[in-house]
């Protein structure tokens, strides 16, 4: 068989998880990190990255309502997706998944943004008329009482949801690393670090995606940029990087010194297979750089230009490298036989069902709707802090 060494069963050639179960994992880890972010300002106080606050909770809301989307297309019925709700199965995890989503998009991140917004709603509902009236007299429901004590239980109870939230993005994302760490199987998955690791490198990537996001709408709307606010989630993301890092190399280290009956076969697919996507990409390109340059802003004086450029390339990276971990956890993990023997490779299509093509605009639909939400409701900070000489770009 083409693309095919030593002995494979015909069953273990084809790969059943393509690059849409690489996507899902990569979009639930990025709202979990947005939530994160946006829980440092509200939870923890941190009023430096408070201008970066309404755009997570935009961006996490905007990438869970896409998150179940390559699921779906990856399902022969999707339409059965919905008896995971209706006939519930507390032993599978992904059943699960459907009540912590619910759980974690209704009753969390809905209801937060709400809290939080329903002032702004409350003023343009009054001083607009026609439809945009209509619209936002809707998403009032009703409540138009801006007085100080209903403010103050607004901003009391959107706490309290928040400090809610923060486990419930934990388990949104952790249970990802827990259905790959629990297939015993597989030695490539089954680590009780899988979750960790997958948690922490969610962190990372919603980080740095709206640290990614913040920066540009501020270069598109022509506005300045506050390096108090990007210098902040910089260094938190710095923090973030060095523990997921970590965690990485600690899995690594274990398995290297245990060196089981799998670890031959798993060496060479790591030296053969998977050494692009994994030594090139996820640990060259997509860690140790961009950790370098994350590192040497922290030990280092720039130019608040220069520093942009460092952030900026490094969240890139830092995203490849995400997306990177995800592919080879997932494809790599497919890539071997159970009998450590055989190993085979992965032709992903384009305008397949799976292909290359759904994946891109797959992605592109979270960013149609988060334009969509910045339109409804902006993030933007109405009374930015005063510019100071090397605070703002």
Same mark, same amino acid.
Do not use: C
């Given at each position: 068989m083409?693309?095919?060494d030593?002995?494979?069963y015909?069953?273990?050639v084809?790969?059943?998880?393509?690059?849409l179960?690489v996507l899902?994992?990569?979009i639930t880890?990025?709202?979990?990190?947005?939530?994160?972010?946006?829980? @440092?300002?509200?939870?923890?106080?941190?009023?430096?990255v408070?201008?970066?606050?309404?755009?997570?909770l935009?961006?996490?809301?905007?990438f869970?309502l896409v998150?179940?989307?390559?699921l779906?297309?990856?399902l022969?019925?999707?339409?059965r997706?919905?008896e995971?709700?209706?006939?519930?199965?507390?032993?599978?995890?992904?059943?699960?998944?459907g009540?912590?989503?619910?759980?974690?998009?209704?009753?969390?991140?809905?209801?937060? =943004?709400?809290?939080?917004?329903r002032?702004?709603?409350?003023?343009?509902?009054? !001083?607009?008329t026609?439809?945009?009236?209509?619209?936002?007299?809707?998403?009032? @429901?009703?409540?138009?009482?801006l !007085?100080?004590?209903?403010?103050?239980i607004d901003?009391?109870?959107?706490?309290?949801?928040?400090? =809610?939230?923060?486990?419930?993005?934990?388990? @949104?994302?952790?249970?990802?690393? &827990?259905?790959?760490g629990?297939?015993?199987a597989?030695?490539?998955?089954?680590?009780?670090?899988? %979750?960790?690791?997958?948690?922490?490198?969610?962190?990372?990537?919603?980080?740095?995606?709206?640290?990614?996001?913040?920066?540009?709408t501020?270069?598109?709307r022509?506005?300045?940029?506050?390096?108090l606010c990007?210098?902040?989630?910089a260094?938190?993301?710095?923090?973030?990087?060095?523990?997921?890092?970590?965690?990485?190399?600690?899995?690594?280290?274990?398995?290297?010194?245990?060196?089981?009956?799998s670890?031959?076969?798993?060496?060479?697919?790591v030296?053969?297979?998977?050494?692009?996507?994994?030594?090139?990409?996820?640990i060259?390109?997509?860690?140790?750089?961009?950790l370098?340059? @994350?590192?040497?802003t922290q030990?280092?004086? &720039?130019?608040?230009?220069?520093?942009?450029?460092?952030?900026?390339?490094?969240?890139?990276?830092?995203?490849?490298?995400?997306?990177?971990?995800?592919?080879?956890?997932?494809?790599g993990?497919?890539?071997?036989?159970?009998s450590?023997?055989?190993?085979?490779?992965?032709?992903?299509?384009f305008?397949?069902?799976?292909g290359?093509?759904?994946?891109?605009?797959?992605?592109?639909?979270?960013?149609?709707?988060?334009?969509?939400?910045?339109?409804?409701?902006?993030?933007?900070? %109405?009374?930015?802090?005063s510019?100071?000489?090397?605070?703002?770009?």
């Open positions: 083409p693309g095919v030593g002995f494979m015909p069953n273990e084809e790969l059943q998880w393509s690059v179960i899902y994992p990569f880890g990025l709202v979990a990190g947005a939530f994160i972010l946006a829980s @440092l300002e509200r939870v923890f106080m941190v009023e430096a408070k201008p970066t606050y309404r755009l997570a935009l961006t996490a809301l905007a869970l998150a179940p989307l390559p779906q297309m990856h022969g019925h999707p339409e997706s919905f995971m709700l209706f006939t519930p199965h507390t032993s599978s995890a992904m059943a699960m998944f009540f912590v989503y619910l759980w974690y998009l209704m009753v969390v991140l809905v209801v937060e =943004i709400w809290l939080d917004y002032q702004d709603l409350v003023l343009t509902w009054r !001083s607009s026609g439809l945009k009236r209509l619209l936002y007299g809707v998403l009032t @429901l009703g409540s138009d009482n !007085s100080d004590a209903s403010l103050r901003d009391k109870v959107g706490r309290i949801v928040t400090i =809610i939230g923060i486990p419930s993005a934990f388990m @949104l994302h952790g249970y990802v690393g &827990f259905i790959f629990s297939i015993k597989n030695p490539w998955w089954s680590t009780p670090m899988m %979750p960790i690791v997958f948690l922490f490198s969610a962190i990372v990537s919603g980080i740095a995606m709206v640290l990614l996001l913040y920066i540009l501020a270069k598109l022509r506005v300045a940029v506050d390096m990007v210098d902040t989630v260094r938190y993301l710095f923090y973030a990087f060095i523990v997921d890092f970590s965690l990485e190399m600690i899995d690594l280290i274990h398995r290297i010194y245990e060196a089981d009956e670890f031959r076969a798993l060496d060479f697919m030296k053969t297979r998977l050494f692009t996507s994994q030594i090139i990409l996820q060259g390109l997509g860690t140790l750089v961009p370098a340059l @994350l590192a040497a030990l280092a004086t &720039f130019a608040v230009r220069a520093r942009l450029r460092m952030y900026v390339t490094a969240i890139v990276l830092t995203l490849v490298g995400i997306f990177a971990m995800r592919w080879n956890v997932d494809i993990g497919q890539l071997f036989s159970k450590f023997l055989g190993y085979t490779s992965y032709k992903m299509g305008a397949t069902r799976e290359l093509l759904p994946a891109i605009l797959l992605m592109l639909v979270p960013f149609g709707i988060l334009f969509v939400l910045v339109k409804l409701l902006p993030p933007w900070d %109405p009374a930015p802090r510019a100071t000489v090397s605070g703002r770009v």
